[in-house]
């Protein structure tokens, strides 16, 4: 990958700096994928990619509501089934860290027991995390709890492609410890997201980190963008936890 910037973003670091630590990380990464292997080795980083327009801002809100309302039958559905299957509230609402850390309401249709934290208190899901429900657990493979996020896409605090947004409790302890995990928040969180498909559900954050990073410095790439919703798609369809991007 060729680095044509070096630009600060305020964490006291140029974010080029890691950019240029990640192209080292990068040349190592074994992908699976010819498309995305002979991308990330030539693809070019430039200023602006770091920066999008507010008229580009409100193309996925309007295309979001478009899709809210073309799949209102799948969330009627699923609504019916949480509330036989699953005692409770339909929706679970987590308070997440956005773009340049503002947090707002994450949505998501509840996949696990009502009020699931009361015993752990704030804790990560786990493979076999046996606070999910049966219902909870295919909603999760599908991906299909996070439909409701395209409400978030809406109200513009998300896209439909960048970081996944983490809780505030755990987003402090990795600004501490983890080099670079601020600037995460440089652009709206998303969705999907290249760490979501080359990663394990139970990779670390600094793992998912480094793929955050590639991919917000080729944010505005059409390739890539159409290549990680492809492999969500597939990811959905397929009830994979991950996509396998790597080999």
């Known amino acids: 990958m060729k680095y044509t910037f070096v630009d600060t973003i305020g964490t006291g670091v140029g974010h080029g700096q890691y950019l240029r630590d990640f192209s080292e990380f990068e040349e ?10 002979i991308f990330f080795r030539y693809a070019t980083v430039k200023n602006y990619s770091l920066y999008r327009t ?5 193309l996925p809100r309007f295309l979001a509501a478009a899709l ?13 089934l949480i509330k ?10 987590q308070t997440r860290v956005g773009q340049n850390g503002k947090l707002f309401q ?23 995390d046996p606070r999910i429900t049966g219902l909870g657990s295919f ?13 978030n896409v809406v109200k513009g605090e998300m896209f439909f492609i960048g970081p996944r947004p983490e809780r505030p409790e755990f987003t402090a302890i990795f600004e501490e410890t983890i080099k670079g995990y601020n600037d995460r928040h440089r652009v709206k969180p998303g969705i999907t997201g290249l760490a979501q498909l ?10 998912k980190l480094k793929f955050d990073l590639m991919y917000i410095a080729m944010k505005d790439s059409f390739i890539l963008n159409t290549m990680i919703a492809i492999y969500t798609i597939k990811k959905m369809i397929f009830l994979k936890s991950t996509a396998n991007l790597l080999r």
Request: charged share 20%.
């Open 106 to 128: 994450v949505l998501k249709f509840r996949t696990m027991i009502e009020n699931a934290e009361d015993s752990t208190g704030h804790t990560l899901s786990w493979t076999g």
């Open 28 to 37: 190592e990464t074994p992908w699976a994928d010819p498309i995305l292997r």
């Open 139 to 151: 909603l999760r493979k599908s991906h299909l709890d996070e439909l409701p996020q395209l409400i």
């Open 84 to 93: 036989v299957m699953m005692p409770g509230k339909v929706f679970y609402k």
């Open 198 to 207: 080359a990663c394990t559900y139970n990779a670390t954050a600094s793992q």
């Open 54 to 58: 507010s008229a580009f801002d409100y």
């Open 68 to 80: 809210v309302i073309l799949l209102s039958p799948i969330f009627i559905l699923i609504a019916t």
